[in-house]
């Protein structure tokens, strides 16, 4: 975090020859609830020590300069423009100016840039992290006042539309919300969330990277999102939430099997984050990682958003006796999370990356979890 913030800083230095304010947000893992988020449903996600730092000052005009230092690219557009600009990573940026100013707050030209340590594609959200940092510094330096909540939404509402994807409000959330040592419990349909201290005693939190991507992102997840809202109008409810499997098999007839399946999965995750959560606070790290493990298997089975290697990476966390695994995120590739007793751990991370590289060409990278604050200041 540390060289992360002094490149930002220097970044900034070096191209406006000025300090900027400092701001940064995190990307997030979750622990159970994988898209239940636009179905109304719970999720237990947690930001991590790894985001998003930018600096930023307002210029006195009403344009914004940008650098994103990594890809070194650099980009320019004005504040009153309803065309986005063309580089794909700006048009996070570009959404949050846009979604403020929608909604009533100020924005006035400014100069930033910004650097991230969140990995690209791995499922642990940099975008939420990009879109995060943005919506609140804007509201911090432009004496905005709304409050996190809006922040998120302002997140979100970028993804939708300037971004593509109609993801639900996970991500931003936890970007936003995320409290150090804490998981995040949210209902998705009432927005009420209670924090959930996580130190499970004798486990450990284990990221594998498969660094693969197989999809693009929009289309397929807005698919999954389509058949969702299919079977909850086929039900005649507004979200799939709170929906039985008995309901369900009434209205199998009139709703194709792929739609069954997506909702089957749906109403079954539902139960089981509660499941999850019950577990954990019993301190029954076993109950809990199996819930993970069904997780996936309805992931990978009914929903199918995992991949090959995804899977390949949860079948070796089973064979090493691994308490709980999943893929983790939207899908097609990028990490599974994987619940992992003390003693086990070196053993398990050394056996999958030996089995995945023999496998496939390259060992996944490995990350060790550390649950820390959401947007802030520095
Ligand atoms: C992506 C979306 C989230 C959520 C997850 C799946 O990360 O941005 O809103 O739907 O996928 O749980």
Request: proline letters at 3%; one cysteine or more; glycine letters at 12%.
């Amino acid at each position: 975090m540390n060289t992360l913030i002094e490149k930002v800083r220097s970044g900034f230095a070096e191209r406006y020859g000025a300090d900027g304010q400092l701001f940064a947000a995190p990307g997030r893992i979750n622990l159970i609830g994988e898209h239940t988020d636009y179905n109304g449903g719970y999720v237990l996600p947690g930001a991590v020590d790894r985001g998003i730092v930018a600096a930023i000052r307002p210029n006195g005009t009403d344009r914004v300069r940008l650098a994103a230092l990594d890809p070194g690219e650099t980009c320019t557009f004005g504040l009153k423009e309803e065309e986005k600009p063309e580089a794909s990573w700006a048009h996070y940026v570009f959404g949050v100016c846009r979604e403020t100013i929608k909604r009533g707050g100020r924005v006035e030209g400014f100069d930033a840039c910004f650097a991230g340590d969140v990995p690209l594609g791995a499922g642990m959200s940099s975008s939420a992290a990009l879109e995060s940092v943005f919506a609140f510094a804007l509201n911090d330096l432009f004496g905005n006042g709304f409050d996190r909540f809006e922040l998120a939404r302002i997140g979100q509402a970028t993804e939708h539309n300037y971004c593509g994807c109609r993801c639900g409000i996970m991500d931003q959330f936890a970007s936003v919300f995320g409290r150090r040592g804490c998981l995040m419990r949210l209902d998705c349909r009432s927005m009420e969330f209670v924090y959930v201290p996580f130190d499970p005693a004798g486990y450990r939190l284990v990221l594998l990277d498969s660094r693969v991507k197989h999809r693009l992102v929009g289309s397929p997840y807005n698919d999954r999102r389509r058949s969702c809202e299919r079977v909850a109008a086929a039900l005649g409810r507004e979200l799939l939430r709170g929906a039985t499997m008995e309901e369900l098999e009434a209205v199998r007839p009139r709703i194709s099997s792929e739609d069954y399946r997506r909702a089957r999965y749906v109403i079954g995750e539902e139960r089981r984050v509660l499941a999850f959560c019950e577990a954990l606070e019993r301190g029954d790290g076993e109950t809990a990682g199996a819930a993970m493990y069904a997780t996936h298997h309805g992931l990978s089975q009914d929903y199918e958003v995992s991949c090959e290697e995804l899977d390949f990476l949860v079948e070796t966390a089973a064979s090493c006796g691994v308490s709980g695994s999943r893929m983790m995120g939207g899908g097609f590739g990028g990490c599974t999370i994987n619940l992992v007793r003390e003693e086990l751990c070196d053993r398990f991370v050394q056996t999958a990356c030996d089995r995945f590289a023999e496998r496939y060409g390259h060992a996944p990278q490995v990350y060790d979890v550390t649950i820390s604050d959401g947007a802030r200041r520095l």
